[in-house]
């Protein structure tokens, strides 16, 4: 299983960026697709996620500004980013829960990161 992400870069504060991430390989069902960000020096943070079951949580300093979505039948998880701060600059990773076969025990995944920056 592998998750991609992709859809960083570089955007001017109050300026909009969405994130995508797919998983590809053999398995069974998703049931958590999330986001979370790191920048040098502090701990690994959660942005948003999403249950299959349609339950969505939030950060407190995303609220408003952030959208995740998902679409099952691609298995890829969005990250709609709107009115950018320079504090939401950060590496951002997208991560799952994944059964590789009905009966068998979800697996966490981490894609690999894609670059945020904001600035002017």
């Known amino acids: 299983v592998q998750l991609q992400a992709f859809g960083g870069g570089l955007v001017q504060p109050g300026g909009s960026l969405r994130l995508s991430c797919a998983a590809s390989?053999?398995?069974?069902?998703?049931?958590?697709m999330g986001w979370y960000r790191q920048t040098a020096g502090k701990e690994r943070e959660a942005v948003a996620s999403?249950?299959?079951?349609?339950?969505?949580s939030y950060a407190d300093f995303v609220k408003g500004r952030f959208t995740i979505s998902r679409d099952n039948a691609k298995n890829t998880v969005y990250l709609q980013m709107d009115s950018l701060k320079p504090e939401d600059t950060a590496l951002y990773y997208c991560?799952?829960?994944?059964?590789?076969?009905?009966?068998?025990?979800?697996?966490?995944?981490w894609g690999q990161g894609t670059q945020v920056t904001v600035s002017s």
């Open positions: 390989g053999s398995f069974a069902d998703i049931a958590f």
């Open positions: 999403s249950l299959r079951s349609g339950v969505i």
């Open positions: 991560n799952a829960d994944v059964r590789r076969s009905r009966g068998s025990y979800y697996t966490n995944y």
